[in-house]
């Protein structure tokens, strides 16, 4: 290989670089009362090895120390709304109407990502049209961490998130098309998720973990959220009868869970679900 070979393939590397840095990323954070966690939110969007970053945060009106925690970050936000709203799904669409990247995620206020997570989607996206692209997570509570390998997208009606939904970022003209069904107040995520599985499955998947959902925030598992996502999952077409033996089969393995923990009874329930893929 002479020396032009070498500045050719430099020069293509080089502007493939320079092209992942053109794709803009508008980051959503919807916080209320967030001062415990917010901070560390806040600080792993400061870290980004990428900058091409529109960062968004709704504040509900909080009346603890959120906006002071905010305020001292200032110089990495583009656009700040501090005021009462409809719910989380409601100031999830004001933040949404106000982005202008060219792909749109949501990062909540006890939740954090790694600090390349974009130059890592920057560098799948370039050159290519794809609608959305998402990432592996890990899982956490207080000291414990779990990682789950997320599931392998297929055009369905889902009942429950294949995925984690702080790793998504959606074209932005997908997500004002859609925005979240307010109606909803647990399950609007699962909803929008269905939408978008059901108009296209053009995605890019980065096999690592690059995300940091916490496991005590609103749509942790409860019955709640398993009778949202049953009527999620009928609204968008899904067979009645698999509905409702999905959503028995989820409360008994959360009864399960809730009465003796992670026992090999519930373990095995929670790998036939992996395993056969059930309904």
């Known amino acids: 290989m002479d020396n032009s070979d070498l500045e050719d393939k430099f020069k293509k590397f080089h502007d493939m670089n320079d092209n992942a840095k053109t794709i803009k990323f508008s980051v959503i954070t919807v916080c209320y009362n967030s001062e415990a966690t917010i901070e560390r939110t806040l600080q792993s969007i400061r870290d980004q090895t990428y900058k091409n970053i529109e960062y968004i945060i709704i504040d509900g009106g909080s009346t603890d120390k959120t906006l002071a925690i905010v305020n001292k970050y200032k110089g990495i936000i583009d656009v700040l709304v501090s005021e009462p709203d409809n719910g989380i799904y409601d100031a999830m669409n004001k933040g949404a109407k106000l982005a202008n990247g060219d792909y749109i995620g949501f990062l909540n ?10 130059e890592e989607y920057g560098k799948a996206l370039v050159n290519k049209n794809f609608d959305f692209i998402y990432s592996n997570t890990c899982f956490f509570r207080k000291n414990e961490k779990f990682f789950r390998k997320d599931d392998c997208l297929v055009k369905k009606v889902y009942q429950y998130m294949p995925i984690s939904h702080m790793s998504i970022y959606v074209k932005n003209s ?16 699962l909803n929008f998720f269905n939408k978008l599985i059901s108009r296209t499955i053009n995605f890019a998947f980065i096999e690592k973990n690059m995300c940091y959902f916490s496991l005590d925030g609103l749509s942790s598992a409860n019955f709640k959220t398993l009778v949202e996502s049953r009527i999620v999952a009928i609204n968008n077409n899904k067979n009645i009868l698999n509905a409702y033996t999905f959503y028995y089969y989820k409360v008994f393995r959360l009864v399960i869970y809730n009465t003796f923990g992670s026992s090999r009874l519930y373990n095995l329930l929670k790998n036939l679900l992996h395993a056969k893929k059930l309904l």
């Open 109 to 118: 206020s006890d939740d954090y990502y790694t600090n390349d997570i974009f």
């Open 174 to 189: 997908f997500v004002q098309d859609k925005m979240f069904d307010t109606k909803y107040k647990i399950a609007a995520d």
